[in-house]
Nanobody, 116 residues
Framework: QLPLVESGGGLVQAGGSLRLSCDAS????????MGWYRQDPTKQRELVAA???????DYADSVKGRFTISRDNAKKAVYLQMASLKPEDTGDYYC??????????WGQGTQVTVSS
């Protein structure tokens, strides 16, 4: 089991910003892709943003232009800068890390609540 330490969630007003962090330094494996997923009580877990080892990124249409994903390969960390937050961004955000030959790992989740 790979410990992924997430931080940065919280309560913010609409229009505000938050920055999520995920620390995967507990692994000695080669990290390929890293990403963030969101889950609310009524939906399945869905991709918010992902970043591959070559720096290429993918975003959900709903967050394009507002969220930015980045990674620090030396620290084995991934970040999600969220701006212009909307109430529909509310949910539990999960860090996901894919490690070569080891598989996919999930963080414990961090809650983001955006009030209107």
């Amino acid at each position: 089991q790979l410990p992924l330490v997430e931080s940065g969630g919280g309560l913010v007003q609409a229009g505000g910003s938050l920055r999520l962090s995920c620390d995967a330094s507990g692994t000695t494996g080669v990290i390929k892709s890293m990403g963030w997923y969101r889950q609310d009580p009524t939906k399945q877990r869905e991709l918010v943003a992902a970043i591959d080892s070559d720096g290429s990124t993918d975003y959900a249409d709903s967050v394009k232009g507002r969220f930015t994903i980045s990674r620090d390969n030396a620290k084995k960390a991934v970040y999600l800068q969220m701006a212009s937050l909307k109430p529909e961004d509310t949910g539990d955000y999960y860090c996901n890390v894919n490690i070569v030959r080891w598989g996919s790992y999930w963080g414990q989740g961090t809650q983001v609540t955006v009030s209107s």
